[in-house]
């Protein structure tokens, strides 16, 4: 078995695509992916896109995928890497994959000299939390995400 990061290129957009749609399968929320292929691969892969993604493979075959973009912290004073998405295939779990992609992205801040690598996680994802707890990672607990999306974002940004 031979697992490989690599960066995604445009070509992957379908793959990428795929495990989208399977992470939020796996999340509860099948019905939330509005996105197509066509603007999986416009909005990642444009030369103005401040979005990446990595292919892990096993032997060569798609088997999973990381999305991350840069952000700033004011007070550190850098960037830092936010990973949006970490997906592993269901079957191809337990090999290392999901680790070895988290790894990977650690490296490249450490190279950027960015001063963090942060992520989200599902507070019922007993699993995953206990899967970054293990590598050292701490839960932000005393933040509190917002969001503003659909009729709520037009509604706040018209009024």
Same mark, same amino acid.
């Given at each position: 078995?031979?697992?490989?990061?690599?960066?995604?290129?445009?070509?992957?957009?379908?793959?990428?695509?795929? &495990?989208?749609? #399977?992470l939020a399968i796996y999340e509860k929320e099948p019905d939330?992916?509005?996105?197509?292929? @066509?603007?999986?691969? #416009?909005?990642?892969f444009n030369e103005n896109s401040n979005v990446k993604a990595l292919i892990c493979e096993e032997n060569g075959k798609p088997i999973g995928h990381a999305i991350y973009f840069?952000?700033?912290?004011?007070w550190l004073g850098k960037y830092g890497i936010y990973l949006e998405d970490l997906y592993v295939t269901e079957s191809k779990r337990g090999l290392g994959a999901g680790k070895k992609m988290l790894k990977h992205l650690a490296k490249k801040a450490l190279e950027e000299n960015c001063g963090r690598f942060e992520w989200s996680c599902l507070d019922w994802n007993k699993p995953?939390?206990? &899967?970054? @707890?293990?590598?050292?990672?701490?839960?932000?607990? @005393?933040?509190i995400g917002y969001r503003l999306e659909g009729d709520s974002l037009i509604n706040f940004a018209n009024s």
């Open positions: 078995m031979s697992i490989t990061i690599r960066d995604a290129v445009a070509s992957d957009a379908k793959t990428i695509y795929d &495990f989208i749609i #399977e939330a992916v509005v996105t197509t292929v @066509e603007e999986t691969k #416009e909005k990642i840069y952000n700033y912290s004011t995953s939390r206990d &899967f970054y @707890e293990s590598i050292g990672a701490k839960s932000q607990d @005393e933040w």
